[in-house]
């Protein structure tokens, strides 16, 4: 069994600006749906929820009552970080793993959108004995139309689960700066196993305000480094 790991933290319903939201959540988990009923995987949907503040949870249990899943409800996890006091994503993944029942577990942020193909070719690097970092398309813009290809995040990925018990996300003091865990737990996975990384289709971060669209509004990013999105959505992005 594929266990699909999330942790949410107001993700139900972001602001994307001019009095619009959008169900980040809602959208990656049809994604996910989608996904399992293209393929014959015994898959769990496995979601830790850290104090959200930004709409109800209870709607996840309609959207997946047809699907195995566990929701679970954990305090904040805040940590004081050299630049700040902010939430500790390795230490709640962690948590969220020890939910987990599957021989492998995917690694899932839930402004993803997903296919089945995240899914098949994990599942072929894990049987290798290899960890699996799919390099998604990173939407920059509200029409989806341009982006890039974000080769340097290693957020989401697949491991076995003896793979997981050997590399545990760090937690703070372990790393020490807010996202800082996603790269430092590459370099943990990558000094024990083999890596596959590869561009994935049909596999792309949602729209929302954060650091890199923050960065393109200040100009840090040139025009010419964008590239249209020519990726294929499952499904259209709804908006609330």
């Known amino acids: 069994m594929v266990s699909i790991c999330l942790m949410n933290r107001n993700r139900s319903k972001v602001d994307i600006g001019k009095n619009r939201y959008r169900p980040i959540l809602k959208n990656c988990l049809e994604s996910i749906k989608y996904s399992i009923d293209k393929i014959n995987i015994d898959v769990e949907i496995v979601i830790g929820d850290f104090e ?3 709409y109800n949870i209870s709607w996840i249990h309609d959207c997946l009552k047809n699907y195995k899943y566990k ?3 954990f305090p904040y996890q805040e940590s004081p970080f050299t630049d700040g006091k902010y939430f500790d994503r390795g230490k709640a993944r962690n948590i969220i793993g020890n939910m987990a029942e599957g021989n492998n577990i995917l690694w899932l ?3 993803m959108i997903i296919n089945e193909n995240i899914i098949i070719h994990g599942l072929e690097a894990n049987k290798k004995n290899k960890a699996y970092f799919p390099i998604c398309f990173y939407n920059l813009t509200e029409d989806n139309k341009y982006g890039w ?6 957020g989401i990925c697949m491991l076995t689960k003896n793979m997981f018990k050997e590399c545990r996300w760090p937690e703070y003091p372990q790393h020490q700066s807010f996202h800082a865990e996603d790269t430092h737990y590459f370099r943990i996975v990558n000094s024990k196993f083999d890596i596959v ?4 289709d049909k596999y792309f971060h949602q729209f929302h305000p954060g650091r890199n669209v923050n960065r393109v509004e200040r100009r840090d990013i040139r025009k010419n480094e964008w590239y ?3 990726i294929n959505i499952n499904k259209n992005i709804e908006e609330l």
């Open 52 to 54: 959200s503040i930004d």
């Open 71 to 73: 929701l679970n409800c």
């Open 109 to 111: 942020d839930c402004d």
């Open 149 to 154: 290809w974000d080769v340097n995040a290693c």
């Open 197 to 200: 990384r590869n561009k994935e």
């Open 228 to 230: 249209p999105n020519y």
